[in-house]
């Protein structure tokens, strides 16, 4: 290889490297230079799209040619490419285009945001957008009635933030035929008053009524969702992401299947892919996605890789749909929801594991996660000893010793620190004060435990942002706190920042191409604003360049 034409070196004064080595056993996932993962350098070199060198200037410098771009950046952080374990990035798109409710933070606002909406819609139109979250105006969960007067000839559909409830109008429930005598289905609610009359609200695989009335979205918008949803992602240093797709429970398992084929493939094959995506699928679809990567292998290009298979075992703690051993404070008949049968989730996952695939698994209460770690326990010992890193999306309320089990079984944590923003006043109405201080975003007791923790958003329900996640997770103080929600939990920034590189990426088998700063890899990367560590996790800190294969993308 010709190393004297090196397209662009980098000249800084401090580098993040990262260069990490796992190794894997039955006790998970072991970084050796964990004290020491913080490596600095002052140059690095790129050509094509890959990381040359990296060290001194002179060791650099070696490397260039007569077109060598020297790019001085004056002293400010660079590091990895940030990767982001958890997003449903279409539906991020389509959301920037809709009715935007999220802050919303009285019932009149709420109203105004539709009433506004409407002005300019043709009559018979679907009204859609989604992001409320009720526990900003106190609690009280919106009902059809707030919204029919104004809304009378538009159909509404407005998902919560969590994805996992959702509100209709009455207009929507008469297309969708709900009445009083419908029964909730498995795995799901439909809210009713004292009456018994729908209120509006559908929870968990319940949406499906509603959702599968609504007209299919079109492949050109989904397409310009695509390039919206990666155009803000790179505004924010995110040049990876884990898109877990438009699967929610109740929604239909081909929607993923029609996105990478309709844009995904598309945009691959024009040239119009701006981050790489890890794509996984509905479980449901095991067997078809086993034969796609047995005749093309899990790398479609380098754009596109295929993650594996999802599924839920619950809902959302917001929804009042998590499953946990103990019943909500707020409803003590409840005990949330198991949205997929447990034999059902069993065999497919032990069928996916078996053809090779990666499998992961939504759970966010206690008993969810207990559920899932057993049953990938039995399926691990099924099928035999193998470089599996099955997944579970969330694990955010866990069980005393659950922590530990992630790391003993090789398990990797996928969690969403922003979510411990939003879930912070009302988990004190849901299950209490003690229970939340002791089981609830046990990011440090997970790392403690040797557990592979990724980072991700879990966008559009929370913000795309790594840089305040990694905030979040160093802090954790939520909105109007004055301390930390259990300080023991807080994180390093050295650990933070790899939750959302290199173990993002180990999480997904793609630590061989991204996640680190090293020789060989991608030149993925982001410049930040702040010429010090001390500043990174800092509001004042931001994105001010984005490159992807050593192309500068944002701005």
């Not at 800084?12 to 990490?20: D, F, H």
């Not at 599968?212 to 310009?224: A, K, L, N, Y």
């Not at 579970?392 to 659950?402: F, I, R, S």
């Amino acid at each position: 290889m010709n190393i004297c034409s090196a397209s662009l070196i980098l000249l800084l004064s401090l580098l993040i490297s990262l260069y990490i080595h796992y190794t894997h056993n039955t006790s998970g996932w072991r970084d050796p230079l964990c004290d020491s993962s913080l490596l600095f350098a002052d140059s690095m070199a790129v050509r094509d799209g890959i990381i040359l060198r990296i060290g001194n200037y002179s060791f650099v410098k070696e490397v260039s040619g007569h077109r060598t771009k020297e790019l001085n950046l004056e002293g400010r952080v660079v590091v990895p490419g940030f990767i982001d374990s958890h997003v449903h990035l279409l539906v991020g798109g389509l959301q920037m285009t809709r009715v935007q409710v999220r802050g919303v933070k009285t019932k009149d606002d709420f109203i105004g945001k539709v009433k506004e909406a409407v002005k300019n819609m043709k009559e018979g139109t679907w009204l859609l957008g989604g992001g409320w979250n009720n526990d900003l105006w106190g609690g009280e969960l919106p009902s059809a009635s707030w919204i029919d007067d104004i809304t009378p000839h538009h159909p509404v559909w407005l998902s919560r933030m969590d994805g996992h409830m959702g509100l209709a109008n009455s207009l929507a429930l008469r297309i969708a035929g709900v009445t009083s005598d419908m029964q909730d289905p498995v795995g799901g609610t439909i809210s009713r008053n004292g009456d018994g009359e729908p209120t509006g609200l559908m929870i968990d695989s319940a949406m499906k009524v509603i959702v599968s009335c609504i007209p299919e979205v079109s492949v050109e918008e989904r397409r310009q969702a695509l390039d919206h949803a990666s155009r803000y992602a790179l505004s924010r240093g995110v040049t990876t992401v884990v898109d877990v797709g438009r699967y929610f429970p109740g929604a239909s398992v081909e929607h993923t299947w029609e996105d990478f084929s309709d844009v995904y493939k598309w945009a691959d094959l024009s040239g119009r892919m701006m981050i790489r995506v890890c794509l996984f699928f509905p479980m449901p679809t095991w067997s078809r996605l086993s034969d796609i990567v047995q005749k093309t292998c899990r790398r479609v290009s380098q754009w596109i890789s295929i993650g594996g298979v999802k599924a839920f075992a619950d809902g959302s703690l917001g929804s009042n749909s998590a499953l946990f051993h103990e019943p909500y404070a707020d409803e003590p008949w409840n005990l949330g929801l198991q949205v997929t049968d447990v034999e059902s989730l069993y065999n497919m996952t032990l069928q996916s594991d078996k053809s090779g695939l990666q499998v992961s698994i939504h759970a966010i209460g206690d008993k969810a996660n207990d559920l899932v770690l057993d049953m990938y326990k039995s399926v691990a010992s099924t099928n035999g000893k193998r470089d599996r890193r099955f997944r579970v999306e969330h694990a955010q309320h866990l069980t005393v010793g659950t922590a530990a089990k992630f790391g003993e079984q090789g398990i990797v944590a996928s969690v969403q620190p922003d979510h411990l923003l939003d879930d912070a006043d009302s988990a004190v109405k849901k299950i209490g004060l003690e229970r939340m201080q002791k089981g609830s975003y046990l990011f440090q007791s997970l790392l403690a435990g040797n557990a592979l923790v990724a980072f991700g958003s879990d966008w559009p329900v929370a913000d795309i942002n790594p840089l305040n996640s990694i905030k979040t997770a160093i802090t954790r103080i939520p909105p109007g706190w004055d301390k930390a929600w259990n300080s023991a939990e807080c994180m390093k920034l050295t650990d933070a920042l790899n939750a959302h590189t290199i173990s993002a990426a180990r999480a997904c088998f793609l630590d061989d191409d991204v996640g680190s700063l090293s020789a060989g890899k991608i030149a993925d990367f982001v410049i930040l604003t702040t010429r010090t560590w001390d500043h990174m996790a800092q509001e004042t800190t931001s994105v001010a360049a984005t490159y992807v294969g050593g192309v500068q993308a944002y701005p």
